[in-house]
């Protein structure tokens, strides 16, 4: 969806590293998600924030950190303790439900 | 915990023809369902959604059809046409004021349709 922007669409890990992916929204929706999308699979969830300065673990955070310091943005943060991140990681927003999602960024390592 | 099943895995069928997605929810508290199109490479994007107060909706080619006693639901494709061949997700959520929103996701179904 045009309100919703995630980058970059493309990045690569190097070993120990930690990566940062950038989603960022235009719709003033108060909660934002992020997901991940292994091939062939459905989506996970690894952390929500329904309100600035909040936020919960979902399904699969282990290995994963997140901020929402303001509405707009919920940047994830794979960290090095994350020892399998390839996947295809979607941010999503919804007033009550995540209707909308990004274009996703596709995370492979190096 | 919380789970929803989707079936069949994959789905072949002739231009045309009908069809059929079925999912199974675990939290009798769900009171929202939406189904998602994802294109190879592409984010999900939403075809349709159903609320519990509701037994059936449809949008031209396209119905939901929510079996709230048995915890099912399921998506009804008709006049099948080539551009519907994607993967599709069924989801289940208890969504609302003070509720988290957060959708627990099917495995995915993924149509072929053939010309």
């Known amino acids: 969806d045009g309100g919703i922007t995630q980058s970059p669409k493309y990045l690569f890990r190097k070993e120990g590293q930690n990566v940062t992916l950038s989603c960022e929204q235009n719709?003033?929706?108060?909660?934002m998600y992020w997901y991940r999308q292994d091939p062939g699979q459905g989506l996970r969830l690894i952390y929500y924030?329904?309100?600035?300065?909040?936020?919960q673990k979902g399904d699969i955070a282990e290995g994963y950190s997140v901020s929402r310091e303001k509405k707009e943005s919920f940047p994830l943060t794979v960290t090095s303790a994350q020892k399998n991140p390839t996947a295809f990681y979607l941010c999503?927003?919804?007033?009550?439900?995540?209707?909308?999602f990004g274009d996703g960024t596709r995370l492979s390592i190096l | 915990g919380e789970n929803v099943e989707q079936h069949p895995s994959t789905l072949s069928v002739q231009e045309g023809d009908s069809a059929v997605i079925k999912c199974t929810y675990s939290d009798s508290a769900s009171n929202y369902f939406p189904w998602y199109k994802q294109e190879l490479g592409k984010r999900p994007q939403l075809i349709i959604d159903?609320?519990?107060?509701?037994g059936e909706k449809k949008d031209q080619r396209i119905a939901v059809t929510l079996n709230k006693t048995a915890k099912h639901f399921s998506l009804h494709i008709t006049e099948t046409q080539p551009e519907d061949s994607a993967v599709y997700f069924c989801a289940a959520s208890n969504s609302g004021a003070g509720n988290t929103g957060k959708l627990i996701f099917g495995q995915g179904t993924t149509l072929q349709v053939k010309p």
């Open positions: 719709l003033n929706h108060d909660a």
């Open positions: 999503a927003t919804g007033a009550y439900q995540p209707q909308h």
């Open positions: 924030s329904q309100i600035v300065n909040d936020f």
């Open positions: 159903i609320r519990s107060n509701v």
